[in-house]
C-alpha cells in the first residue's frame, strides 16, 4: 500500500527525512516510532504531500505520489493530527463531511455517511449538530477520526493522535483504534513516540533516529532483536522482559492441563495480563478459556518465562 | 432594541430639526435663522451617509485584498511594506490629504472622498491580517491534509473565520469615515460638515450644535448596527463568542 525508496526530506540543508525506505503492506497497522526530532511526523507528511519530498520516491497504491496532484491525492488519504484542527466554524456533521462534499457527493449518500460515522466512533447522534468546541477532547478526536474516514479511503495517516489526550482517555482510543483496524481492514501509520502504543496496537513497528529508519519488523521481532544499543534502549530498556509478555499471547503457553479454581482469562489476552493476575490473585497458576466451548487449560507461572 | 430606538431618534432629529427652532431661538436670539436653512438636514445626511458609503467601501474592499495578498506565501515580503502604508494613512491628518488633494483632484466630494478612504483603510487592513493570522495552525493543516485547495481554504475556512475580526475594523474604521467626512465641507462637500463649517465660520454656534448632534446620532447608530451584525456573524459561524 505504501512503499518509501529512499526517501530523503531536506530543510536548509539539514536532512530530516535521511534515506528511509520501507513498505506497509495493505491492511497492516505500522507504527512509526522514534523521540522527538526524530523526523517521523516529517516522514508520514511526505505521503500526503505536506512536506515536499527533496529526494527518493513515494508509491501509495502503486501509484507514484510525485505524478498526481496533492489535492486528489489527500482525499484519497484519511488524515488525523494531534492538535486535531476540527473547523469550529462547522457542526460535528459539516466536519465529517469534508471530503466527501469535495468529492461532490450527494446530500443524501453524505448525511448517510455521516449518520454510519458517527455511529461508528460511539458517538451520540445528538453530537452531529453541535459545534466542535462544545465537544469534550476525546469527543473531538472522535470526530476527527471519523472525518478522516468518511470517504472511505484506503490509507489512513495518523499523526501522534492521541497526544493530547489524558491517559484514559487516550486508552479507551486506542483500544477502539485497534477495533476498527480489524474490522475495517484499513492500512494505518500511526506516528508515536509511546512505544507501548506501539507494541499494543501496531503489527509492524518502524524505528526512527535523526531521521533515519533504523528497524523495521514486528513488535516480538523488535524486542527480541534489536539491531542496536539505541533500539534495545528505546524499545525496552530495563522493562524488555515485561514488554516481551505484553506482546505475547496466553493462547502459545497455553498447557491442556485443567487447572485450578477462578474465573478463566481469554487465550487472546497477553501474557502481561496472566502475569498480573497471577499477582492479583496470589497463585501461580490461571486457568484459560478454551475455544468455542472446548474445555479449557492452564497457564503457569513457569510458562511465562519459557 | 438600543438600535432601533436611536435609529428612530436620527430620523425625526434629522426630519424635524426646522420645529427645533423656537428652542435656539431662545438660546441665541440673534442668530436667524436659528436653524440651518441652505440644505435641509435629511439632504444633508444622504450626501454624508453616500460619501462615508462609498469612501468605507473602497477602503474595506482594498483592504481585503490587499490584507489576502498579504498573507498568502508569494505575498509574505510585501507584509511590512503594506503595514508601513497603512500607518502612513492613520498618521497622515485629513486635513493635509484634503489640501494635497484639492489641487490635484478640484474642490467637492472627490477629494474628500480619497481622504476619508486613506484614513479608513488602515483598521480594515489591521484587522483582516490580524484575522487570517489568527486562524489556528492546525485548522490550516487539517485542512491542506483534508485535500482543500490554497482557494477553497480562503474561502471555507480562513475567511469565515476571520470574519468577526475583519467585521470590527470595518466597524472602527465607518465610525471613524462618519466623523472624518465632516471636514469634507471645507472643500466643498456636501456633509453634515457643512452647517458645523457655516457655524464656524460665521459665528453661529446653533449650526455647529445642529450639524455635531446629527452627526453624532448618524455614529452611534452605525456603530451599534455593526454591532448587531457582528452577534449575527458569530451566531451563524459558531465561532467562540
Redesign the interface.
Known amino acids: 500500500m505504501i512503499e518509501l525508496e529512499h526517501a530523503v526530506c531536506s530543510h536548509g540543508g539539514r536532512r530530516v527525512v535521511d534515506d528511509v525506505s520501507f513498505a506497509v503492506p495493505s491492511g497492516a497497522f505500522c507504527a512509526l516510532v522514534g523521540s522527538s526530532g526524530a523526523g517521523k511526523s516529517t516522514t508520514l507528511k511526505l505521503i500526503?504531500r505536506?512536506q515536499p519530498l527533496t529526494g527518493g520516491t513515494i508509491r501509495v497504491g502503486g501509484a507514484d505520489i510525485a505524478a498526481l496532484a496533492?489535492?486528489?491525492?489527500?482525499?484519497r488519504i484519511g488524515?488525523v493530527?494531534q492538535?486535531?484542527?476540527?473547523?469550529?466554524?462547522?457542526?460535528v456533521a459539516q466536519n465529517i463531511a469534508?471530503?466527501p462534499r469535495?468529492l461532490g457527493w450527494s446530500d443524501a449518500k453524505i448525511s448517510a455517511r455521516v449518520a454510519e460515522l458517527v455511529a461508528l466512533m460511539g458517538l451520540d447522534p445528538v453530537y452531529a449538530g453541535r459545534?466542535p468546541?462544545e465537544l469534550s477532547g476525546g469527543q473531538q478526536q472522535r470526530v476527527?477520526v471519523a472525518?478522516a474516514l468518511a470517504a472511505d479511503p484506503e490509507l489512513l495517516?495518523m499523526d501522534e493522535p492521541f497526544g493530547a489526550l489524558d491517559p484514559l482517555t487516550r486508552e479507551a482510543l486506542a483500544k477502539e483504534l485497534a477495533q476498527l483496524h480489524r474490522r475495517t481492514g484499513k492500512t494505518i501509520l500511526f506516528v508515536t513516540h509511546d512505544i507501548d502504543m506501539a507494541l499494543e496496537l501496531a503489527d509492524v513497528i518502524a524505528i526512527m533516529h535523526q531521521g533515519r529508519l533504523v528497524q523495521f519488523g514486528a513488535p516480538l521481532d523488535i524486542l527480541e532483536r534489536p539491531v542496536s544499543e539505541f533500539v534495545r534502549a528505546f524499545t525496552g530498556g530495563a522493562a524488555l522482559g515485561l514488554k516481551l509478555l505484553g506482546v505475547r499471547r496466553i493462547a502459545e503457553r497455553v498447557r491442556a492441563e485443567p487447572a485450578a479454581a477462578g474465573e478463566p482469562l481469554e487465550p487472546s489476552a497477553s501474557l502481561a495480563e496472566a502475569l498480573s493476575q497471577m499477582v492479583v490473585r496470589r497463585t501461580d497458576r490461571l486457568p484459560v478459556k478454551g475455544a468455542d466451548g472446548a474445555p479449557g487449560g492452564s497457564v503457569a507461572l513457569s510458562d511465562l518465562v519459557r | 432594541m438600543a438600535l432601533l430606538a436611536l435609529a428612530l431618534a436620527l430620523a425625526l432629529v434629522t426630519v424635524f430639526m426646522p420645529a427645533a427652532a423656537p428652542l435656539f431661538r431662545h438660546f441665541w436670539p440673534d442668530v436667524t435663522p436659528p436653524v440651518y436653512g441652505f440644505a435641509s438636514f435629511p439632504s444633508l445626511l444622504l450626501s454624508h451617509a453616500e460619501i462615508v458609503a462609498a469612501a468605507s467601501a473602497a477602503a474595506a474592499a482594498a483592504a481585503l485584498v490587499l490584507g489576502i495578498a498579504a498573507t498568502r506565501p508569494w505575498g509574505r515580503d510585501f507584509r511590512p511594506i503594506l503595514g508601513s502604508l497603512a500607518t502612513i494613512g492613520q498618521t497622515f491628518p485629513p486635513v493635509a490629504v484634503l489640501a494635497i488633494a484639492v489641487p490635484a483632484l478640484g474642490y467637492g466630494d472627490l477629494p474628500t472622498f480619497v481622504a476619508v478612504a486613506l484614513y479608513g483603510f488602515l483598521p480594515v487592513v489591521a484587522n483582516v491580517i490580524a484575522g487570517l493570522e489568527g486562524v489556528?495552525?492546525?485548522?490550516?493543516?487539517?485542512?491542506?491534509?483534508?485535500?482543500?485547495?490554497p482557494r477553497?481554504i480562503l474561502w471555507r475556512?480562513e475567511l469565515?473565520?476571520a470574519a468577526p475580526v475583519i467585521l470590527a475594523g470595518v466597524r472602527t474604521s465607518v465610525v471613524i469615515a462618519i466623523g472624518t467626512a465632516t471636514i469634507g465641507s471645507t472643500v466643498g462637500a456636501v456633509t453634515l460638515g457643512t452647517p458645523i463649517i457655516d457655524g464656524l465660520v460665521g459665528d453661529k454656534l446653533p449650526y455647529v450644535i445642529e450639524g455635531a448632534v446629527v452627526v453624532a446620532l448618524f455614529a452611534i447608530v452605525a456603530d451599534l448596527a455593526f454591532e448587531r451584525l457582528d452577534r449575527y456573524l458569530r451566531r451563524h459561524?459558531?465561532?467562540?463568542p
Open positions: 500526503n505536506l496533492p489535492e486528489a491525492l489527500r482525499r488524515y493530527i492538535s486535531i484542527g476540527l473547523f469550529p466554524h462547522w457542526t469534508t471530503v469535495l459545534f468546541r476527527g472525518r495517516l | 489556528p495552525t492546525a485548522v490550516r493543516e487539517a485542512a491542506l491534509g483534508m485535500g482543500l485547495s477553497q475556512v469565515p473565520l459561524a459558531g465561532a467562540a
